[in-house]
């Protein structure tokens, strides 16, 4: 599970993209993997989510966040394969930061899970990694300014042309721009990334201070992040 602050974006800006960028450290064997990336649809603590619950008193639809349109969306809003070396894995996430930039209640962070037909597990850095720089981090591009459709003010302006007092003319309104934010946990003053992982060998265990984010093939290690 992992999740972002977003609240640095100004309200409802368009999203022109949006990448998610995570450090690969470790996999316990050559075995490749795919990394797919859920919306997660439900409230959970990372201090509290388990195998079994997304936090006190409130159990999973599924053991693992895994029923569809309860503890997550039905379809990946992302996949892809996951390299044969150590560094950092880009998923494009602009669908799903788009909706909670509209709306913001509907932020309740990623599920990530690993897809493949061998046995396999990959570790990354959570946001609670001794290096910085290494964390999970959310690159988020957008548009600010208003619309370029001259907008008519009343402006008295002197012509050879008779102009009826007060006759509007039109006056350009500042042109959009694009703008980016970088999103990652203790570096530029940001602090609001929450994350965990969850595992089918522990089911009542949390890992929400845990260094790494582990992800293994066959449901059997999921990671949170929000």
Excluded: C
Aim: glycine share 8%; no cysteine; charged share 15%.
């Amino acid at each position: 599970l992992l999740q972002f602050d977003l609240s640095s974006i100004p309200a409802r800006a368009p999203v022109t993209g949006a990448t998610l960028h995570l450090y690969r450290f470790n996999r316990t064997n050559g075995n490749p993997m795919d990394l797919e990336v859920y919306g997660v649809r439900r409230s959970w603590q990372e201090s509290q989510a388990t195998w079994q619950i997304a936090q006190s008193g409130s159990a999973w639809g599924a053991p693992g966040a895994e029923q569809p349109q309860v503890d997550r969306d039905a379809t990946p809003v992302a996949s892809v394969p996951l390299p044969d070396t150590n560094g950092w894995v880009t998923v494009d996430v602009t669908s799903l930061v788009r909706d909670w930039a509209v709306n913001p209640l509907a932020n309740y962070g990623l599920l990530l899970k690993g897809q493949s037909e061998a046995k396999v597990e990959y570790s990354f850095y959570s946001s609670d990694a001794i290096d910085p720089s290494l964390r999970p981090r959310l690159v988020v591009t957008y548009t600010v300014g208003g619309s370029t459709e001259p907008t008519p003010t009343p402006t008295l302006v002197p012509t050879s042309t008779p102009v009826p007092p007060g006759q509007p003319t039109p006056t350009p309104t500042p042109t959009s721009q694009l703008s980016s934010v970088v999103l990652q946990e203790g570096v530029g003053g940001y602090n609001g990334t929450s994350d965990t992982w969850l595992s089918s060998w522990s089911p009542g265990s949390n890992y929400g201070r845990d260094v790494e984010l582990r992800v293994r093939s066959r449901d059997q290690m999921h990671a949170l992040l929000r």
